[in-house]
Structures are given as C-alpha cells and as structure tokens.
C-alpha cells in the first residue's frame, strides 16, 4: 500500500525517490517545489474551511480554546466507548 501511493506521488513530481548511499537497498524520500507548493495550498484551504465551519460559534463569542477544549471531550469520549 505504501509502495502504490509513493509512486503516485512521484509519477505527479510530488516527491522523488533516491538510493541511500550507505545503504542501496534503502530509498530516501525528497519532497519537490510542485509537492511542497501542494501541501501549502492545502494547508491554506483547510484553513479556510475550518474557519468558515467554526464561524458560527467564534461569531457568537464562543473562545476559540473553548471550542477546542469541547472537541477534545468529544473525542476522548469516542475512544472510551
């Protein structure tokens, strides 16, 4: 599974593979421009849409450590059942 997703990864330029020098049985993972400029994007939109989800509650004056605090209870009890 790991495999399949490295090479997709490298067949869309996101990463590029090399052999380790000390070791040519191991591969060393290197993220490119195209993959470091994906993960900022990404990062960016995810951003944005948690601001956008959250908006309604920090709009009403809800803290926002107040929110995280609630979903982390949320999520600690979902483990526990």
């Known amino acids: 599974m790991t495999s399949q997703v490295l090479r ?3 067949a869309k330029a996101l990463i590029e593979r090399e052999t380790d020098r000390d070791d040519t ?13 994906l993960a900022l994007d ?14 309604p509650l920090t709009s009403a004056g809800i803290p926002s ?8 209870r949320l999520a600690e009890r979902s483990v526990d059942t």
Request: charged share 40%.
């Open 42 to 55: 990404a990062i960016e939109r995810v951003e944005r849409a948690d601001t956008a989800f959250f908006r």
């Open 65 to 72: 450590a107040e929110i995280t605090a609630l979903l982390r």
């Open 8 to 10: 997709k990864l490298e």
């Open 25 to 37: 049985r191991a591969k060393r993972l290197r993220i490119t421009e195209a993959g470091i400029a």
